[in-house]
């Protein structure tokens, strides 16, 4: 069974850079065609894709977000990472991976992690 | 960028009904839109895709279509356990999401 979980610190200081990481279980990344992909959803609020990496390291990113991100995968440890730098008050959020279909459909997704950005 | 517009914005409805929501896409997707369902403090749910596939393990009782800008999400005999925020998603260009719907019991 598919299993992702998020892990990284759930506070993160202004313009400092967020860094999470992705924990696949039950499934080999290198061994799949499908891509890596991040979501996040402020609290109360509706959800954002941020990009995704494929098994060889392709990466897409949201155009209103590339400048701040980067998303690289370790197929070594069956994971894959997430960094956005230069965070504000605005980046809180509860930030999910899943695996998507291309750049497409999302059908499995981790459990979610909050980060708080605050002094 | 592609904009995600959803109707309502909030629904009321009671189990057993039969209840539509929408997405108009800003540009044609063709059929490229899924559906998901999400409950207070869990992650999404993957519903529906390639705008009417129905996936695997979700109740007959949802449906989509729709193709190019105009999609429709349709629940019929509404159960107890339907209760939540759906949101569609365009993946035509990239991935946006529309801004939700959240059905609420009437």
């Known amino acids: 069974q598919l299993q992702l979980q998020e892990s990284g610190p759930g506070l993160v200081k202004p313009s400092e850079t967020l860094s999470l990481t992705c924990t696949v279980s039950?499934?080999?990344?290198?061994?799949?065609?499908?891509?890596w992909g991040w979501v996040r959803q402020p609290p109360g609020k509706g959800l954002e894709w941020i990009g995704s990496v494929s098994n060889s390291g392709s990466t897409y990113y949201n155009p209103t977000l590339k400048s701040r991100v980067s998303i690289t995968v370790d197929t070594s440890k069956n994971q894959f990472s997430l960094k956005l730098s230069s965070v504000t008050a605005a980046d809180t959020a509860v930030y999910y991976c899943a695996r998507q279909e291309g750049v497409g459909k999302l059908d499995y997704w981790g459990l979610g992690t909050l980060v708080t950005v605050s002094s | 960028d592609i904009q995600m517009t959803q109707s309502p914005s909030t629904l009321s409805a009671s189990v057993g009904d039969r209840v539509t929501i929408t997405c108009r896409a800003s540009?044609?997707?063709?059929?490229?839109l899924a559906w998901y369902q999400q409950k207070p403090g869990k992650a999404p749910k993957l519903l529906i895709s390639k705008a009417s596939t129905l996936e695997s393990g979700v109740p007959s009782r949802f449906s989509g279509s729709g193709s190019g800008t105009e999609f429709t999400l349709t629940i019929s005999g509404l159960q107890p356990d339907d209760f939540a925020t759906y949101y569609c998603?365009?993946?035509?260009?990239?991935?946006?999401f529309g801004q939700g719907t959240k059905l609420e019991i009437k």
């Open positions: 039950g499934y080999s990344i290198s061994s799949s065609n499908y891509d």
């Open positions: 540009q044609s997707l063709s059929i490229w």
């Open positions: 998603q365009q993946y035509n260009s990239f991935a946006t």
